[in-house]
């Protein structure tokens, strides 16, 4: 059992570690500006606990060290020990251009985001050399690999700042007890994302909408793998590591299932002017879940008799019906993706994918395409793993994606093999990574 303590977790990514955490039977200390805050998180967290572990709270504010000094006091003195310690208190003001900004909200991004970590960091590793080990993991944003992010000068400003500093505390404490590590959480939806949202004409709200319905993902989806993998490194002693949850992979595996499915994020949380409100319906719950996208004409169309003699095919196989298009397996594979892109460039990226699937699909060439789940299958075989059926031997992996990314992968029809490859030539995936097409076999 591990004792944990998380800065800002009454709400959002906060709360969705600690109840991860308590899942699995650690201790978690939780921490808000507000007692009211406190109290309601920990009321929803004791549920969540499992196999005896605890969750306390205190109310910190960041930007006050001795504040940060009585959190880790607190939970030291409560569980005995301190061995994870997560900075993830933050703020943003996204969207005005600098000179949009207020001296107050400049102020408050960088005395959190910034001073916020390095208060957490140094009380953290105070305590974690007095008691002989420990774990510290800082959290990055949009901005911190040094893009320049449109509308978020301030936020990406303190990020780049607390990567840097991260990496110079990784170093410094190189060889030691105290490990230092780096999580970048993706883009979750949050309280204050919608807020922000909320406050935008309706114009630029739907325009800021679309790259987080693309790219964006519900507290419950990230929380899960992240905490694992914190878990791991803290088991393997590792430092100078950085858990990325939007890799490159990711991006162009939702870029690839943009052709065939529209993605809503947003709908569940009432914002109005979600992107693509008709590609959505109710579940029994009242939910609105995404559906596939439909086109016209249908994706999937019959060879005219005309097209079908020139492609080989028998007259009796024509006159009765029974001929289809050949088919063909396209399978995208990811060589070197970059994984943090601007809005702007997520947009104009996207925008070349539905255009180029959509064109396709008119065309009848378009059958489905599908995004294959991020490191999660089974690998089937005769050597090494458990028993299945009849035999063989599954393992959980490592999948093709352990030597390069499998996206995903389209069924396009195409009456012969220089005809699928003239139709992905001018797909804007071939500038991160190749295409493999594959004829289907036929019974």
């Not at 065939?260 to 949380?269: A, E, H, I, L, Q």
């Not at 409100?277 to 004409?297: E, M, T, V, Y």
Request: aromatic share 6%; charged share 20%; glycine share 12%.
């Amino acid at each position: 059992m591990k004792s944990i303590v998380i800065t800002g977790s009454t709400k959002g990514i906060g709360f969705g570690y600690a109840a991860e955490f308590l899942k699995r039977g650690h201790n978690v200390c939780i921490a808000g500006r507000s007692q009211a805050d406190v109290d309601t998180a920990l009321g929803k967290l004791t549920t969540q606990a499992a196999h005896g572990a605890r969750a306390i709270g205190r109310v910190c504010d960041v930007t006050q060290v001795d504040q940060v000094q009585a959190l880790w006091e607190a939970a030291h003195r409560d569980f005995g020990a301190v061995d994870i310690w997560v900075n993830n208190a933050g703020f943003a003001r996204s969207g005005p251009p600098f000179m949009g900004l207020t001296p107050d909200e400049l102020r408050a991004m960088v005395d959190t985001n910034v001073i916020g970590t390095i208060n957490g960091s140094q009380v953290a590793v105070r305590g974690m050399q007095a008691q002989g080990h420990g774990h510290i993991f800082n959290t990055l944003g949009g901005g911190s690999d040094g893009r320049v992010v449109p509308g978020m000068i301030g936020y990406s400003t303190t990020k780049r700042a607390v990567k840097y500093f991260t990496a110079c505390m990784a170093d410094e404490l190189k060889g030691s007890t105290v490990k230092v590590g780096a999580i970048s959480p993706g883009i979750n939806v949050s309280d204050g994302m919608i807020r922000e949202l909320m406050a935008l004409p309706p114009a630029e709200r739907k325009k800021a909408m679309w790259p987080i319905n693309v790219l964006g993902d519900h507290v419950e989806t990230t929380t899960p793998w992240i905490v694992d993998r914190v878990l791991a490194d803290v088991a393997a002693g590792a430092s100078g590591t950085r858990i990325v949850w939007m890799t490159g992979a990711k991006v162009m595996g939702r870029f690839l299932g943009t052709l065939v499915r529209k993605r809503d994020v947003m709908s569940r949380y009432g914002v109005p002017t979600a992107s693509n409100p008709d590609s959505l319906a109710r579940s029994p719950q009242g939910k609105k879940i995404p559906q596939p996208c439909r086109f016209d004409p249908p994706l999937s169309v019959m060879m005219t008799e005309t097209q079908a003699y020139r492609a080989g095919a028998s007259i009796s196989s024509i006159q009765q019906g029974s001929f289809q298009m050949p088919q063909f397996m396209v399978i995208a594979r990811d060589q070197g993706f970059g994984s943090a892109m601007s809005p702007a460039e997520m947009q104009a990226i996207l925008a070349k994918y539905m255009a180029w699937g959509q064109a396709l699909a008119a065309r009848g060439k378009l059958v489905t395409g599908n995004k294959l789940k991020d490191g999660e299958g089974r690998v089937v075989g005769t050597a090494g793993g458990r028993a299945g059926k009849a035999g063989a031997l599954v393992t959980d992996g490592p999948y093709a994606e352990s030597k390069e990314v499998l996206g995903g992968y389209w069924i396009l029809e195409a009456a012969t093999y220089d005809e699928a490859v003239a139709l992905v030539s001018d797909s804007p995936h071939i500038q991160f990574g190749t295409l493999e097409v594959r004829a289907v076999e036929t019974m």
